[in-house]
């Protein structure tokens, strides 16, 4: 019959149509579900890793970024500062920094990769007040014989200019390091290490 040829082209019309809705349908319902499985953009940027210029820091400057929701400060040290560091080990709770939460490029004296950026989390060890940054020498309230670091205003705790505690005050250890490492002269990436450092 004629009209054969018809309901036959028509009836295939009719299931390719729908075969295209159901298809879309289903990649639209599934969308969401997928992208329900991946973290939330805070999330991502709460552990990402925080890439900062550096170029534009003085000597003596402290620059403050926030990374997994804790205050990092990038202290570009003067050599003055750095001379000062060696002097003080008889004053320091952990001079060696052998109890302290940090990378093992940290192990030295001025617990860095390079000796003039300190890189280091601002949170006081004893309850995580943030210190305040004093780069003076002379006499403080809290010190006669202050050679410049971080003063908490919380509990009195003290640390010189490479985060390292001092005795007799509340805070048990130095300040923590982060993992971080240079991408070049001017940025510094935090909350990665260099590849092979632990």
């Known amino acids: ?24 349908g289903v990649v639209l319902a599934a ?29 003596g400057q402290i620059l403050k970024v926030q990374w997994r929701g804790q ?3 990038i202290l570009n040290r003067s050599q003055q500062s750095l001379d000062l560091l060696a002097g003080l080990e008889e004053k ?7 109890e302290s939460d940090q990378p093992l490029f940290a192990t030295n004296t001025g617990r860095a990769m ?6 280091v989390n601002m949170h006081c060890t004893h309850l ?7 780069p003076t020498v002379g006499p403080e309230p809290w010190d006669n014989d202050w050679k410049g670091g971080f003063f908490c205003p919380c509990h009195k705790s003290k640390f010189d200019m490479a985060g390292r505690v001092y005795k007799g005050v509340p805070a048990p250890t130095n300040l923590r390091i982060p993992p971080y490492h240079f991408i070049d002269e001017q940025t510094l ?4 290490n260099p590849e092979g450092v632990a």
């Open 1 to 24: 019959m004629p009209t054969d040829g018809v309901n036959k082209g028509r009836r295939r019309f009719l299931i390719a149509s729908t075969s295209v809705v159901g298809a879309t």
């Open 71 to 73: 205050t990092i400060g």
């Open 114 to 119: 390079k000796e003039q950026y300190l890189v």
């Open 92 to 98: 320091l709770r952990d001079p060696e920094s052998i």
């Open 128 to 134: 995580g007040c943030v210190p305040q940054f004093v």
């Open 31 to 59: 969308v969401p579900f997928i992208e329900s499985w991946k973290p939330s953009a805070k999330a991502q940027a709460i552990g990402a890793p925080v890439q900062v210029n550096i170029g534009a820091l003085e000597s």
């Open 189 to 192: 990436l935090i909350g990665v």
